[in-house]
């Protein structure tokens, strides 16, 4: 019940963020500006079958690397042209942007603790070990650490000082 919990909180966080987020305006050639650096060697990532899943990384290596999805949806894109597709694994879901032809990782998150951060942060670790990770610095006083680099965020949510949700985003606008 607790994990079902965490991953509807999830959901529904990704969600908001994907329908609420403002598109970047189009530039006067009449394009959309970069939303990032694709294959950004500072993006967040986290680590999958030996392979760097990474925001702005290519999904399409990734999928060669890491294999298909237990779960594939897509849908029109209220922020890009094209479809944003959503990739679900066992133990994370990865959510792409398109641009050109390609798909580059738009955010992904962590539905159990099978995969942790590269700082070793996972889900139902206490706020100590985010603390320990992160610093307090980072942390908004309530229920999340959030750190921010670039153009990409991180968002460690807790419940009861334990850890329920691990998020990363390419923040836009």
């Not at 959309?32 to 990474?54: E, L, Q, S």
């Not at 890491?66 to 029109?76: R, S």
């Not at 670039?150 to 606008?173: A, E, R």
């Amino acid at each position: 019940m607790k994990r079902w919990m965490a991953f509807l909180l999830v959901l529904c966080m990704a969600v908001g963020f994907a329908a609420c987020s403002t598109p970047e305006a189009p530039t006067t050639d009449g394009t959309t500006p970069n939303v990032g650096n694709p294959g950004d060697p500072n993006a967040y990532y986290f680590t999958h079958k030996g392979t760097d899943i990474r925001l702005n990384g290519d999904m399409e290596a990734i999928l060669k690397a890491i294999g298909e999805p237990k779960k594939y949806t897509e849908e029109t894109s209220c922020a890009f042209t094209g479809l944003d597709k959503t990739y679900t694994y066992d133990s994370f879901v990865i959510q792409t942007y398109p641009k050109g032809d390609k798909d580059y990782v738009y955010m992904f998150w962590f539905l159990d603790d099978m995969v942790e951060t590269p700082e070793g942060v996972k889900i139902g670790d206490t706020q100590a070990a985010v603390e320990a990770a992160y610093g307090t610095d980072a942390y908004n006083g309530k229920n999340a650490f959030i750190t921010k680099k670039d153009n990409y965020s991180m968002t460690v949510i807790l419940k009861d000082g334990v850890v329920s949700s691990i998020q990363y985003t390419i923040v836009i606008g």
